[in-house]
T-cell receptor
Framework: GENVEQHPSTLSVQEGDSAVIKCTYSDSASNYFPWYKQELGKGPQLIIDIRSNVGEKKDQRIAVTLNKTAKHFSLHITETQPEDSAVYFCAASSPGEVSGGSYIPTFGRGTSLIVHP | GAGVSQSPSNKVTEKGKDVELRCDPISGHTALYWYRQSLGQGLEFLIYFQGNSAPDKSGLPSDRFSAERTGGSVSTLTIQRTQQEDSAVYLC???????????FGNGTRLTVT
């Protein structure tokens, strides 16, 4: 099955700095890579996603890059703000071999981002 | 609009008791997922429902865990004879169809004493 590794587990930055979180995946059939932000006491919320037919996607201060050859993808947050402090999860999914193509996402272990004012 | 709703938000139970966790997905979403999140850990897949297809139960950790989805909507996750290691946050998510982004509820925090 798919295995997703995520680094770092904790990231501390000053307000205004950039933050980068990296993930690798093992299943070359994976073709959908979402990123989720989880605030304390809440469920993860999708912040950006990318499919395998593009190498980069940007939405205001956040961007995701994908390198299918190396099987890694990264989340970039620029001009960080205290409200960006949260746990971020990457995930990867593929059609899979069960349930007729289930696309069940496999998640990384999360990165706790702390933005200091 | 209404998001994914989970109840209860918190549940404390004694070891050996059975518990039921409920999930109301977003209306019209055909796919429903259950994940478990232990302290400081990632999201561990438990079970997946897609339309009227047989559920994918490959993530259930033991036969004490079961889930059903009635009428293609509400789902219930049942844990029988709870153990202390079952303590975790149980997250439910739904998506429009397979391959679409997941929308998560806020989870049920289960504590087994």
């Amino acid at each position: 099955g798919e295995n997703v590794e995520q680094h770092p587990s904790t990231l501390s930055v000053q307000e205004g700095d950039s933050a980068v979180i990296k993930c690798t995946y093992s299943d070359s059939a994976s073709n959908y890579f979402p990123w989720y932000k989880q605030e304390l006491g809440k469920g993860p919320q999708l912040i950006i996603d990318i499919r395998s037919n593009v190498g980069e996607k940007k939405d205001q201060r956040i961007a995701v890059t994908l390198n299918k050859t190396a099987k890694h993808f990264s989340l970039h947050i620029t001009e960080t703000q205290p409200e960006d402090s949260a746990v971020y999860f990457c995930a990867a999914s593929s059609p899979g071999e069960v349930s007729g193509g289930s696309y069940i996402p496999t998640f990384g272990r999360g990165t706790s981002l702390i933005v200091h004012p | 609009g209404a998001g994914v709703s989970q109840s209860p938000s918190n549940k404390v139970t004694e070891k050996g008791k059975d518990v039921e966790l409920r999930c109301d997905p977003i209306s019209g979403h055909t796919a429903l997922y259950w994940y478990r999140q232990s302290l400081g850990q990632g999201l561990e897949f438990l079970i997946y429902f897609q339309g009227n297809s047989a559920p994918d139960k490959s993530g259930l950790p033991s036969d004490r865990f079961s889930a059903e989805r009635t009428g293609g909507s509400v789902s219930t996750l049942t844990i029988q004879r709870t153990q202390q290691e079952d303590s975790a946050v149980y997250l439910c998510a739904s998506s429009l169809d397979r391959g679409s982004p997941l929308h998560f509820g806020n989870g049920t925090r289960l504590t087994v004493t």
